[in-house]
């Protein structure tokens, strides 16, 4: 295997190993402003839904006051 030609080359001047990794963040967040992003899936919501607002029939006769106040219990 050969050796890897190196991706960041500091030409002028003897940076330190912490400039270094302050330029190559500084090169990273600037190349991730500038992608593009993935647009969100487009959901139509609940609003087409016509029964979003009416309510079921009430229950009538005995125990009907638990499926009036505690939902599920019919």
Do not use: V
């Not at 500084?26 to 593009?36: D, E, F, V």
């Not at 016509?50 to 229950?59: D, H, K, N, S, V």
Request: proline letters at 12%; zero cysteines.
């Amino acid at each position: 295997m050969s050796p890897r030609e190196p991706y960041l080359e500091i030409i002028r001047g003897d940076a330190t190993p912490e400039e270094t990794a302050a330029l190559l963040a500084a090169l990273l967040a600037r190349a991730s402003a500038h992608a593009p992003r993935e647009a969100p899936p487009a959901t139509s919501g609940n609003w087409r839904y016509a029964g979003r607002g009416i309510r079921p029939a009430l229950r009538h006769g005995p125990g009907a006051w638990r499926s009036a106040f505690l939902p599920g219990t019919r």
